[in-house]
């Protein structure tokens, strides 16, 4: 893998974008350097910032200070704005900006064989899935996500979001949110489902098309109405295509039988090939993701039935329904849930199994919240039980601009019309506090919300509160 410059500055190095493309450039030779506004406000855990200085990574205040040559090329996250320091300097010094997108369309289209996997919702598992089988096949694939994948982790690499490898194979988690996936040219293109999230329907089906019709073979769900009406133009033998309940699908999932710690299912073929998979991780979301990797390993030219075998030691990702532990008879689980499909499929899988469920749902923005009122409110209402709670702090905020013309509390209001057991206070640590005052044996407290590290601090703290007062 080539660079363009020998040094990188990336602004919002924490991110679970930024440092997995920082570590592949990092480990593809260049210097590389950081700042983040969480290390500034001392939201940074001392395991990342730790992990960052054993990487030979520094970081520095993000106040522009770190940027002091125009051989650097700062990188920034899509969050970060022009009033940021570390802009003003690259503009003042002359050095190159790039955006994290930038940087990742170049190396990805630079790849011999790129594989793009795209989709409001399941593409990092479906990333880390993809990964882990082209890995067991010894194709030594480099692989970039925008989480932590388990398998890949190591002591010296408790943050796997990335991993170099020396094959021709560059599999990269590829984002809609910002536009940017209409920057890559893959290969094979893996279209997970297209719903509402952070831009309008109309923009996202331009976005998506536009990536299937760059790619030589295509991936697509056909449960997903939006997938499926990308899928009916192509003609035949250029898409493979996956579904849980449509038999005209390339790949069928059927006698599905759920577990509380994974799933167990069948892959019918065509020409009536039969392939048992087994999935240390739960849910019927997870047996589509499943699905999606191996039908992107067909796509690759891996052996479908040693795939399907393979997937059974897939540990699964960070933050996808994670158990925390369990004291005094109550689960804490840590899930990244924050659109309504993420939320929908999560309450699906808990819901499958007993215990109360305690939700706390941070929302992962203003913008966010106001965009997809309706979808958080039917998810909650639809997949909550009666004897279930929820809880909802403020939103995630770190500063910049924002319009705040929906809160946490205008959801509430909403739910509650929907018969909903929903509450909001402001303060996280408040709570907190209110979760473990109702939490009894049995209970299954849930952490939900994307864009904070600290969230998980916060489950792993109410688990140790839990054990101490047990």
């Not at 158990?323 to 899988?349: E, W």
């Not at 849930?446 to 998980?456: N, P, W």
Request: net charge negative.
């Amino acid at each position: 893998m080539s660079l363009d410059k020998p040094n990188y500055f990336f602004c919002g190095i924490g991110g679970s974008g930024m440092l997995p493309l920082a570590l592949i450039v990092r480990q593809s030779g260049a210097r590389v350097a950081g700042s983040d506004r969480s290390f500034d406000q001392g939201r940074m855990s001392a395991e990342k910032v730790a992990f960052l200085a054993n990487q030979g990574i520094s970081l520095f205040a993000q106040d522009g200070s770190g940027l002091t040559s125009a051989e650097t090329t700062l990188v920034c996250s899509a969050a970060i704005e022009e009033t940021v320091p570390d802009v003003r300097s690259a503009r003042e010094i002359g050095a190159p900006i790039l955006t994290r997108a930038d940087l990742l369309a170049r190396l990805f289209n630079a790849a011999s064989r790129p594989v793009g996997i795209a989709g409001t919702s399941g593409k990092s598992t479906t990333t880390g899935m993809i990964g882990f089988l082209l890995r067991r096949a010894g194709l030594d694939p480099t692989v970039v996500n925008g989480a932590v994948m388990r398998d890949f982790v190591r002591p010296d690499l408790p943050f796997a979001g990335a991993l170099v490898g020396h094959g021709p194979l560059f599999v990269a988690e590829v984002d809609e949110s910002d536009g940017s996936i209409a920057r890559y040219s893959p290969e094979v293109a893996v279209v997970t489902n297209v719903t509402l999230d952070h831009k309008p329907l109309e923009q996202l089906r331009n976005l998506f098309a536009g990536f299937v019709a760059r790619a030589q073979r295509v991936v697509l769900n056909l449960d997903d109405p939006e997938t499926a009406r990308l899928a009916a133009p192509l003609p035949a033998g250029r898409a493979i295509t996956w579904s849980l309940r449509n038999p005209a699908a390339d790949l069928l999932a059927t006698e599905i039988v759920p577990g509380p710690d994974g799933i167990d299912f069948t892959v019918l073929v065509p020409g009536g090939a039969v392939l048992p998979v087994h999935l240390q991780v739960p849910g019927r979301h997870n047996v589509a993701n499943a699905l999606a990797a191996l039908a992107a390993a067909q796509a690759i030219g891996l052996d479908l039935a040693t795939a399907a075998a393979a997937l059974s030691g897939f540990s699964g990702i960070r933050r996808r329904l994670e158990r925390v532990g369990q004291a005094a008879g109550i689960t804490v689980i840590d899930d990244f849930a924050h659109n309504p499909d993420k939320i929908a499929a999560s309450l699906a899988t808990l819901r499958e199994f007993p215990g109360r469920l305690l939700v706390l749902f941070q929302p992962h923005g203003f913008s966010p919240l106001a965009m997809m009122r309706d979808g958080f409110v039917s998810a909650f209402a639809t997949g909550l039980g009666p004897e279930d709670q929820l809880i909802l702090p403020d939103p995630v905020y770190f500063g910049g601009s924002v319009e705040r013309r929906v809160t946490s509390a205008d959801l509430v209001v909403d739910l509650r019309a929907r018969h909903c057991a929903a509450r909001h206070l402001p303060d996280r640590a408040a709570c907190g506090e209110l979760l473990l005052a109702e939490a009894r044996p049995g209970d299954r407290i849930v952490v939900m919300g994307a864009r904070d590290d600290t969230l998980s601090t916060f489950a792993t703290d109410l688990l140790h509160r839990i054990a101490i007062h047990a």
